[in-house]
């Protein structure tokens, strides 16, 4: 049996569900009023994005961990068959990770091509669409990381999903805004520019609101973040910083489906 | 009766030859009478005319001492070859029509520029073309002065080595119309001018401001379109101005502003449009201003309001998708916002009168954060910054309390 074979029956799975279909409708909702009353310009695109950074995190961690508790009766079926535990995960994840992407990207993907505004600000959109993909890998993969470490314990499971989306796109942030009151004094550009990438939600919110030249109206930070971000060493590692975000669970993951008594 | 009309013709008969028989014709031609601009001025009358034929001259420091009309037919080119001023006016009644004046000199010691006016009035310049002067036009002690249709343009890339499109020190009743000034240091340099009327004029691209006034009283600004500069507009030090239906553009960058007003009292700004700049109006030490139907449009700050800046009035403008409305550098607030309509209000209006029931507080907290601690704009559009404004809407504590707008419009001003 194929990680592709697995892949196709969930998705099927998922259109059933209906949701799914469901959550690719809000963003189409949303791209297209956005884009109808903000203008198609830039920020149509800056109000997508803060759309974009808000649900996708939640939705994709909290249905990781959902999907894995639904699904157990499925996945002890599948381990009984001849196949082994890597192709099973591969297709537990693709079937869930894969359609999450394409609802996302058709959302908003859809409206932006009938409205024009991927010819008209092209680098702009796609750098939108890939940085949401991005996105809904990592935290699908980190919602499948909480849910196999509490497999059994549900409750836990899904409150610490809570909780580390609370982190990421809340308390994260205040922890940086405490930071800069206390040392405000200092020269603090470098130290939160590090302390802001290692926040996958803050990395992309900051690559938009660079992309969309938002950095002239942060003066000397705005300066200092722009050209780190415009160089070739700043994109090579905020990319990398990504892959890790998405790599890192997923190989936590993985040993643990491995290693698990089911 | 017929004896008043006799003495009526008899006058006219006295006064007719007076004015028509001293005017000449002079032509200037590569193989004309005179070849040489220098040459035909020193040959004329006052109030001749100078025809200029199509050609390349290259003749720099050129004194027009005498009142004349000079009128180019063709491409006349005016070549100063990097030396010097090109033409230089010293009398009153001077009209210069259809020429290009190109290359003056540069220098770190005199302002060379392609026309200088010096001390004149009555003069007329129409139709001119300038092209990589170090200052374009520059006035100086001039009066009753027209300058109509110019187009002005230099390619300067450093501030130090360039110098004004239309440059006016010391001069009153200057009518500026038509003009475009593109890549000088300041597109228009006023400084201790009286009663200029700048109206349809287009300033873009330059280095530094695209108009630049200090102790400049009465002066008016119309239908002028300031866009792409690099520090957008800065005026300074004057009063009773008026600065009506122009467009402040583009202006982008960590020190650009639309329009930054620095000590300008009793002034009126009126029906502008500030849209994409990174601060649209800047405002510190200026008192009794009337800010009445502008739209602020997709800036970075609509309004930088200063504490030391007293009794002015907000009334009927519109704030769009600016990212910070208003923003200011202190809780204490003595302006006045009255019936503006704000994008970023959220109230409702339940009388149905037009104006929303609750006070809308266009300064966020955020704003007032990053004010403080300009990293913290690293946060901006994060929840967290979401929902500490939201708070602080409903109970505000550190925003200044007097700064709201008690009756906000529902709807966008026409």
Excluded at chain 2, 95 to 106: D, M, P, T, Y
Excluded at chain 2, 276 to 288: D, L
Excluded at chain 2, 360 to 375: C, D, G, I, N, S
Aim: hydrophobic residues 45%; contains cysteine; neutral net charge.
């Amino acid at each position: 049996m194929k990680a592709t074979t697995i892949l196709t029956y969930q998705w099927k799975d998922l259109l059933r569900g209906r949701w799914i279909i469901g959550y690719g409708m809000v963003f189409l909702l949303f791209t297209d009023v956005l884009i109808r009353f903000g203008g198609g310009g830039p920020r149509a695109l800056l109000s997508i994005s803060n759309i974009m950074l808000l649900f996708i995190p939640l939705v994709s961690m909290i249905y990781g961990v959902l999907f894995l508790y639904q699904s157990r009766e499925f996945t002890e079926l599948l381990l009984a068959q001849p196949t082994d535990r890597k192709t099973l995960f591969w297709g537990l994840f693709g079937g869930l990770a894969v359609p999450l992407s394409l609802a996302f990207a058709g959302g908003v993907g859809l409206p932006l091509l009938y409205m024009g505004v991927l010819f008209s600000n092209g680098s702009e959109a796609l750098m939108l669409l890939v940085l949401g993909i991005a996105l809904t890998l990592l935290f699908t993969g980190l919602g499948f990381m909480l849910g196999l470490r509490f497999f059994d314990d549900r409750i836990r499971g899904f409150g610490f999903a809570l909780i580390s989306w609370l982190f990421l796109a809340v308390l994260y942030d205040g922890i940086i805004m405490a930071v800069v009151f206390l040392l405000g004094d200092y020269p603090l550009e470098k130290p939160i520019l590090i302390l802001s990438m290692l926040n996958p939600i803050d990395l992309a919110r900051i690559i938009i609101l660079l992309k969309f030249d938002i950095s002239a109206l942060m003066g000397y930070t705005g300066a200092v973040f722009s050209r780190f971000f415009s160089g070739a060493v700043g994109i090579s590692i905020s990319a990398s910083v990504i892959m890790l975000w998405i790599g890192a669970p997923l190989w936590h993951s993985v040993n643990l489906f491995n290693k698990k008594d089911f | 009766m017929w004896a008043k009309v006799k003495c009526c013709l008899f006058l006219v008969a006295l006064i007719l030859p007076g004015q028509y028989t001293i005017a000449r014709q002079i032509v200037v031609s590569q193989n004309g009478e005179t070849g040489s601009l220098r040459e035909a001025i020193r040959m004329a009358e006052p109030h001749d005319s100078l025809i200029i034929k199509e050609g390349h001259y290259p003749e720099h420091d050129v004194v027009i001492d005498k009142p004349l009309t000079i009128i180019g037919e063709g491409k006349v080119v005016i070549d100063g070859e990097g030396k010097g001023f090109v033409l230089i006016i010293r009398s009153d009644s001077v009209a210069i029509k259809n020429l290009e004046v190109h290359r003056s000199g540069r220098s770190f010691i005199e302002d060379y520029a392609g026309i200088l006016v010096e001390k004149s009035s009555d003069v007329v310049l129409e139709q001119l073309t300038l092209t990589d002067n170090f200052f374009g036009i520059y006035l100086s002690a001039a009066s009753d002065t027209q300058l109509t249709g110019n187009t002005i343009t230099a390619s300067g890339t450093r501030e130090t080595s360039s110098g004004n499109g239309i440059h006016l020190w010391y001069s009153k009743n200057i009518t500026i119309t038509n003009n475009r000034v593109e890549g000088h240091r300041d597109g228009f340099y006023f400084e201790f001018v009286e009663d200029v009327y700048l109206t349809g004029n287009l300033s873009k691209h330059n280095l530094r401001y695209g108009l630049h006034f200090m102790f400049s009283d009465r002066c008016a600004y119309e239908h002028n379109v300031f866009q792409s500069n690099g520090a957008g507009v800065a005026v300074m030090y004057t009063k009773n101005v008026e600065i009506k239906h122009n467009h402040f553009e583009d202006n982008w960058g960590s020190a650009s502003y639309g329009l930054l007003l620095k000590e300008i009292n009793n002034s009126r700004i009126e029906n502008n449009a500030f849209i994409n700049n990174s601060i649209a109006m800047y405002v510190e030490a200026s008192s009794r201003n009337r800010i009445y139907r502008n739209t602020f449009s997709q800036n970075g700050s609509g309004v930088k309001l200063m504490a030391n800046s007293t009794d002015n009035t907000f009334t009927e403008n519109n704030f769009l998708s600016n990212t910070f409305e208003v923003t200011t550098n202190s809780r204490q607030n003595f302006n006045e916002f009255n019936k503006n309509y704000w994008s970023q209000y959220e109230g409702y209006d339940l009388d149905r009168d037009g104006l929303g029931d609750i006070p809308h507080r266009p300064v966020r907290l955020f704003a007032l954060v990053t004010e403080r601690h300009p990293q913290a704009l690293i946060l901006l559009r994060s929840l967290l910054v979401g929902i500490m404004d939201a708070a602080e809407r409903f109970i505000p504590i550190m925003t200044p309390e007097t700064l709201v707008d008690l009756q906000p419009k529902m709807r966008q001003i026409q």
